[in-house]
């Protein structure tokens, strides 16, 4: 073949494969305290969109400790608290050094992917070391978090936003984590339309149609009662929808458990999630 043809074609599908890694994004978005049932219970017309038209599983597990520090931990690391170390929400000595935040890993292999985190809860934030995230905003209330969010997802250098409401978990601590509580209802309602908004804005994106984004929408645990934090179902029952082109869709057949959202993310990202991490989680419904 002729040397400059072949130039050419080296040059046009090495382009296409960096246009194609740089397409890969995620969203994750948590909603904290959010029982499944409840969530199934209440009107909530933008998360059932995404699940009805992606993948999903209803019968998630969190940590045994279902507790929000140790559980949003998991989530991020994709391990669990023997492995972590996080135990309560004093966030003793973290083990972030074996067992960084998700953030880290993608950084490692892809140094110029932005990545962003906007929550209420503060604490979430204990496990990001210096220069795992672009972007570490805390906001007081879930609105405030909202207006954060639908701002920074329209950013056109944006490749990983994690984002976590906490209002829900507050009215189910005052109000009871019941689907007999209607005021626990109604602000799952409310989290749904702030949801719902981040969406909308996503899809505004200059480059939206041609950038392959992975939404995922979870929660920290369950509840009963007035509280959380015990290993019994009610605790421990999560949700898992993740919603986007490289979504298998309908209901996820195998377990599916908090600590497969980093890896899911990680694999989505086409970061190599090597042996030697020793990550429990594994991608739970992609294709
Ligand atoms: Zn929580």
Known sequence: MNRKIYAIILMFGLLSTISLAGNKKVLILGIDGCRPDALLAANTPNIDKLWQNGAYSFT??????????????????GVWHDKHK??????????????PHFF???KAQYPDLTTASIVNWKPIHNILQEGDAD??????????????AKRTVKKQN????????????HAGHVNGFSLDSSKYLKQIE???????????????????????WLVIVTTDHGGSAYGHGKNIPEHTTIFYIAHGPSVS????????????????????????????WQLDGKSAGLK
């Open 60 to 77: 998630t597990q969190t940590d045994e400790i279902s507790s929000s520090g140790i559980c949003w931990t998991g989530m991020l690391t």
């Open 158 to 169: 944006l490749d990983v936003l994690f984002v976590a409401l906490d209002a829900v978990d």
């Open 190 to 212: 409310k989290a749904d339309k702030q949801l719902g908004k981040i969406i909308k804005a996503l899809k505004t994106r200059k480059n939206y149609q041609n950038e392959d």
């Open 104 to 106: 880290r890993r993608i």
């Open 135 to 148: 972007i570490q905003k805390r906001r007081l209330f879930d609105w405030w978090v909202t207006c954060k």
């Open 249 to 276: 869709k309908g209901k996820i057949m195998e377990d599916v458990n908090v600590v497969d959202v980093a890896v899911t993310a990680l694999h989505h990202l086409g970061v190599e999630v090597r042996e030697e």
């Open 86 to 99: 996080v135990v309560s929400n004093a966030y003793k000595n973290p083990n972030i050094e074996e067992y």
